[in-house]
C-alpha cells in the first residue's frame, strides 16, 4: 500500500495569509494525488486532480505543486470560509489511500 | 446536479449484516466508477471498494481489511450503488460514503453519509 504522510497536522493562519500544507507518498504517484477539503460536518469536497488542476468553481487562491513523491496545497488569500480539515488523496494505485489531514484554523 | 444518498445504516451487532444503498442522480449512473468510502470520527477517510462499469464487465476492488466481508455491486436500472457488509467488527464503525469517480480515480462526488454503529 502506498503510505501518505500529511504535514502539518494542524495550523492557524489570519485572513489573507499564505499556507502550505505537503503530502509525502511513500512510492513515486505520478503526480496522481487529489486535494479535498471537509467542514465540519460535512462531506468532503474534491478541490484538485493530477496535483494541480482546480474543479471548476474552486477559488484560485488554491493551487497545488509536486512531482514524484512530494506534493503541496498552497492557499494564497486565506478567506474565512477556508477554514476546514484537508486530505490528500493518491490516485496512483489501489488500494487508494488518504493523508490524515490537516486542519486548517483561522485566527 | 450530480445527487448521491446513502441509507441503511444502523446499529448492528459484531457479527451481524447490513447492506447500505446509495440513490445516483443528476448524472449518467452507467457511465461511471463507483466507490464506498468511510471514515471514522476525527479520522481521515479510508477508500474501501470500487466497481468498474459494464464496458469493464462491473469488476471490483478491495482494500485487504473488508476483502472477503464486504461485496460492492450496482444496479444500472435502478441508479443504486449497494455495500453488503457482513461479520461486522467494531472497527466497522464509521459514517460510509458512496462516491463517483471522475479525473481517474479521484472521488468528484460525495454523499451526505450514512453511520453504522457496531456495538453490543
Known amino acids: 500500500d502506498i503510505h501518505m504522510t500529511q504535514n502539518p497536522v494542524s495550523l492557524s493562519a489570519f485572513i489573507g495569509d499564505k499556507v502550505t500544507i505537503t503530502c509525502r507518498a511513500s512510492?513515486?504517484?505520478?503526480?496522481?494525488l487529489g486535494w479535498y477539503q471537509q467542514k465540519q460536518g460535512q462531506s468532503p469536497r474534491f478541490l484538485m486532480y493530477?496535483?494541480?488542476i482546480l474543479l471548476s468553481g474552486v477559488p484560485s487562491r488554491f493551487s497545488g505543486s509536486g512531482s514524484g513523491t512530494e506534493y503541496s496545497l498552497t492557499i494564497t488569500g486565506i478567506q474565512p470560509e477556508d477554514a476546514a480539515t484537508y486530505f490528500c488523496?493518491?490516485?496512483?494505485?489501489?488500494?487508494?489511500?488518504f493523508g490524515s489531514g490537516t486542519k486548517l484554523e483561522i485566527k | 446536479e450530480v445527487k448521491l444518498l446513502e441509507s441503511g445504516g444502523g446499529l448492528v451487532q459484531p457479527g451481524g449484516s447490513l447492506r447500505l444503498s446509495c440513490a445516483a442522480s443528476?448524472?449518467?449512473?452507467?457511465?461511471?466508477?463507483m466507490s464506498w468510502i468511510r471514515q471514522s470520527p476525527g479520522k481521515a477517510p479510508e477508500w474501501l471498494s470500487f466497481?468498474?462499469?459494464?464496458?469493464?464487465?462491473?469488476?471490483?476492488e478491495y482494500t485487504p481489511s473488508v476483502k472477503g466481508r464486504f461485496t460492492i455491486s450496482r444496479d444500472d436500472t435502478q441508479n443504486v450503488l449497494y455495500l453488503q457488509m457482513n461479520t461486522l467488527r467494531a472497527e466497522d464503525t464509521a459514517i460510509y460514503y458512496c462516491?463517483?469517480?471522475?479525473?481517474?480515480?479521484?472521488?468528484?462526488?460525495w454523499g451526505q453519509g450514512t453511520l453504522v454503529t457496531v456495538s453490543s
Open positions: 462516491a463517483k469517480h471522475e479525473f481517474g480515480y479521484a472521488f468528484a462526488h
Open positions: 443528476g448524472f449518467t449512473f452507467a457511465d461511471f466508477y
Open positions: 466497481i468498474r462499469h459494464r464496458p469493464n464487465n462491473y469488476t471490483t
Open positions: 512510492q513515486d504517484i505520478s503526480r496522481y
Open positions: 493530477y496535483t494541480s
Open positions: 488523496q493518491q490516485c496512483y494505485s489501489y488500494p487508494f489511500t
